[in-house]
Structure formats: C-alpha cells, structure tokens
C-alpha cells in the first residue's frame, strides 16, 4: 500500500503529530515500538516515498526495520531510525468484532496478519474465544490474548474474505484440473445473460473456452428454439464438469 489518504491530525506536540485518525481507528505516536499493522511517519523524503505522508507497516525485522509498500508499489524497507511508528490505538474487542492478529506463538492455529472474529469474551486470562476467518487455519477456535489483536477496520475485513473467497474458488476448480472459468466441452453450466438469450437458465458447452476467454454454449431461448451463444465465463456457473456426467461415457 503506497501513501495513505485519509489520514486526519488528531492531536500535536511542539510541533509533531502525536495522534491520528485513518479509517475509523485512532493511531498514536510510540517509541521504538513499531507492529504490523501499525503506520509511520518518514523522518524525510525518499525515493518513492512522500514527506509528510503516512505508511501501513507490513513488517517489522527484529531491528525494528519496518517493510512496507512504496509510492511505485514495490515493496520496501526503512530504518529504524528514519521514520516514527504509530501504533493503533487499543479498544476492548467485543462479541462480534473483527479484529486482526498482531503477535501470537507459533504453535497456534493462527498466524499474525490473521483476522478473527470475537465469540467468547470471558473476561479471564485469555478472554477472547474467536474464529479463524482467513489464512491456512480459517474456521480454527483459538483463544487470544487483548495484547495480541487489534480491531480491524471495515475495509481490512472485506479485503480478507474477498481474498479467502478467492481462494476457495481457486481451490475448487483446482480439484478437477482447471483454471478459474475454464470451461469444456460437455459442462453443464448455468447462464446469467438475459440481453443475449432472453431467459435464465441452464445450458451446454459447446466449445471450450477460448484464448479471449468466451465460451460457446446451447440453451434453450425464451421461445423454446434451441441456439449456441457466446458468453463471457462471468456470466457463467459450472454445474456439472463434463468428467462426472453420468451420461457420458
């Protein structure tokens, strides 16, 4: 992620922000304590970075050299010493909360940069029962730390279940061989195109989808006359993959 906009001047001291405010959450100035999640302040330009301008930290090396994503996009590094971290600030999580995993052992069934949603809160010492919900352990019960998560904002949630979604739908086109909107000759698919075929319905590949990504199919129209159309795989459902047929040898 390149410089941020958005981000509002809470409060200052002699001169330097001590307190900001980016999508809903509140950030506050800390020293020598960066975590992923967190932003900063450049002490000055750089190349491919803008003075003034505020950074998500993506990393934190054990000097704590923060990783980040430039103004080009590409991702880089800076010291320590040439930037101050700011630090979300903490508000006890509540049942139904998304928040995101900032520190936590390695033997857990979660890893930093996880969300989680808040089930459970006992108020014990550990109070926070949450469910898994992106990454290798989604689905997973773990019990957090209030240390070891913070609240995540709207648009960190719904870029991580797009990116979950994502995979899932990768996975289960995987498991029969194809990429994402590959479509055979033979598939049974359901059709999303009422301008071209004039209802909804289910139809037939007819052509294997091409290198422009169209696909030929045969469905019956609002007439009942059956005719071939080209669709792009997005107007497009898999049904059935041609392989489990029972009609097909």
């Not at 980040?68 to 909360?97: M, T």
């Not at 059709?191 to 696909?215: H, M, Q, S």
Request: charged fraction near 35%; aromatic fraction near 12%; proline fraction near 3%.
């Amino acid at each position: 992620m390149a410089a941020l906009k958005g981000v509002k001047t809470i409060d200052m001291k002699n001169g330097e922000i001590t307190k900001v405010s980016y999508e809903g959450a509140e950030y506050e100035r800390v020293e020598g304590d960066a975590n992923v999640g967190g932003l900063f302040l450049p002490r000055k330009g750089f190349h491919d970075m803008t003075a003034g301008s505020f950074y998500v930290i993506e990393e934190v090396d054990p000097d704590g050299d923060a990783y980040f994503f430039d103004d080009g996009g590409w991702s880089a590094v800076i010291c320590s010493d040439d930037y101050f971290p700011f630090r979300k600030k903490r508000v006890r999580l509540k049942v139904g909360d998304y928040a995101k995993v900032i520190d936590c052992a390695k033997e857990w069934k979660v890893a930093q940069g996880d969300f989680v949603k808040v089930l459970i809160d006992d108020k014990k010492y550990r109070p926070f029962q949450c469910k898994v919900q992106n990454g290798e352990f989604v689905g997973e019960i773990v019990w957090m730390h209030e240390s070891e998560l913070v609240l995540a904002t709207e648009d960190e949630v719904k870029a991580a279940k797009e990116a979950e979604a994502k995979r899932t739908i990768e996975a289960k086109w995987a498991k029969i061989g194809r990429k994402v909107g590959e479509y055979k000759v033979g598939d049974i698919v359901a059709y999303d195109d009422p301008p071209a075929i004039g209802n909804l319905g289910f139809g037939e590949v007819t052509k294997d989808t091409n290198g422009c990504g169209a696909t030929r199919i045969e469905a019956v129209d609002y007439r009942g006359d059956r005719y071939g159309y080209y669709l792009d795989p997005e107007k497009l459902t898999l049904i059935t993959p041609v392989e489990a047929r029972f009609d097909r040898s």
